[in-house]
């Protein structure tokens, strides 16, 4: 469900994804996007920075929010990226296990993947086709040579 959110600041993908790659680097536990400090180790930005955009529809993240969920009494600040759907309704993109956890799958980067909150509605009953499979593939194969 769509939890209601206090947005703190807008920035763009670029300027996020930079900002982590430079505390990752120097193994920095924290970053700071315009003055709130973020954990570097989260899943979440490990997977957009390997993948700024859907896997399963290709839909591509345009910002990030730095937001504090009002709901669940959260003080932490924390980073959620946004793609703009044809008819201008930001939808949220996140991890999604690739073999899900209810079946075993690990919590380790080789298992997550970023997909748009809509596609991850959709597969959650369903299994990866062998194409978007041969799709994730590809990515993680890439993402293992950079890292080298
Ligand atoms: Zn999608």
Not at 57 to 75: F, P, R, W, Y
Not at 82 to 93: D, K, S, T, W
């Amino acid at each position: 469900m769509a939890q209601k959110m206090d947005v703190r600041c807008e920035v763009t993908v670029r300027e996020f994804i930079r900002a982590w790659r430079r505390a990752f680097k120097k193994c920095n536990p924290r970053f700071k996007i315009r003055g709130y400090k973020l954990k570097t180790n989260s899943l979440r930005y490990q997977c957009f920075n390997e993948l700024s955009a859907c896997v399963n529809c290709g839909i591509k993240g345009s910002h990030v929010n730095i937001e504090l969920a009002m709901d669940t009494g959260q003080t932490r600040p924390h980073a959620n990226m946004y793609a703009y759907n044809e008819c201008g309704h930001p939808i949220l993109l996140t991890k999604d296990h690739i073999v899900p956890k209810s079946e075993g799958g690990s919590d380790l980067m080789s298992n997550l993947i970023t997909m748009c909150s809509k596609c991850n509605q959709l597969k959650s009953s369903n299994k990866i086709s062998k194409a978007l499979m041969r799709k994730i593939n590809k990515i993680k194969e890439r993402s293992r040579k950079c890292s080298r």
